[in-house]
């Protein structure tokens, strides 16, 4: 259980940073307006708020393993949302980065 629930605050915690960062993008880069860069902004702030639920109690290791959602997460972001066609070396650094984040969250470990 402590595996699901963990994994499905990483999901919420990368639609939230990753979706606010696109929509500050959207709304300065693509000039599509200041509404949707501070919808972004809000999202950006609840991510805060959901990386604190995590079970783990060790910033650090809660933050660390989250960078390889994050990196995951914005390439199939990519894909979905601007139509990204990644390589197999971002598939394979993906794929890297969440193993390194398997390691650091679910290793067995004494503490």
Known sequence: MFVLRSAALF?????????????????????????WAAGGVLALGAYGFVATFQPDAHFGRVLAAYGGIFVAGSILWGVVADGYRPDRWDIAGALICLAGMAVIMYAPRGD
């Open 11 to 35: 999901v919420v915690a990368a639609l939230f940073e990753i979706g606010g960062a696109w929509l500050v993008w959207q709304g300065v880069r693509e000039n599509r307006g200041w509404l």
